[in-house]
Nanobody, 123 residues
Framework: QVQLVESGGALVQTGGSLRLSCAAYGRTFSSYAMGWFRQAPGKEREFVAFIDRTSASTYYTDSVKGRFTISRDNAKNAVYLQMNSLKPDDTAVYSC????????????????WGQGTQVTVSS
């Protein structure tokens, strides 16, 4: 089992940057692929970024390509989301999730979730 705790959310201005962190507690963190999702008020949860177990592969939703970077440190049991050139449309609660297998974009294919961290981008 894995417990996930996100941090790093904040209020920033348009064009600003944030780095989200997700700390994983459990002995098998490196066995899981990791994803970041976000949910804005009144909207469905949206896939943002994915990284496989060894950091060999990453995927991003089109709206964040070139602005966001996902990374992980298996020695520290952590996954990160570096967010640059933030826009008001990026405002949402961001959650990390751990996956054993399945589609990297589908929330239902993730096994464990954090509680989320709020990111607000002011215009």
């Amino acid at each position: 089992q894995v417990q996930l705790v996100e941090s790093g959310g904040a209020l920033v201005q348009t064009g600003g940057s944030l780095r989200l962190s997700c700390a994983a507690y459990g002995r098998t963190f490196s066995s899981y692929a990791m994803g970041w999702f976000r949910q804005a008020p009144g909207k469905e949860r949206e896939f943002v970024a994915f990284i496989d177990r060894t950091s060999a592969s990453t995927y991003y939703t089109d709206s964040v390509k070139g602005r966001f970077t996902i990374s992980r440190d298996n020695a520290k049991n952590a996954v990160y989301l570096q967010m640059n050139s933030l826009k008001p449309d990026d405002t949402a609660v961001y959650s990390c999730a751990a996956q054993s297998f399945g589609s990297h974009t589908q929330p239902r294919d993730y096994d464990y979730w954090g509680q989320g961290t709020q990111v607000t981008v002011s215009s």
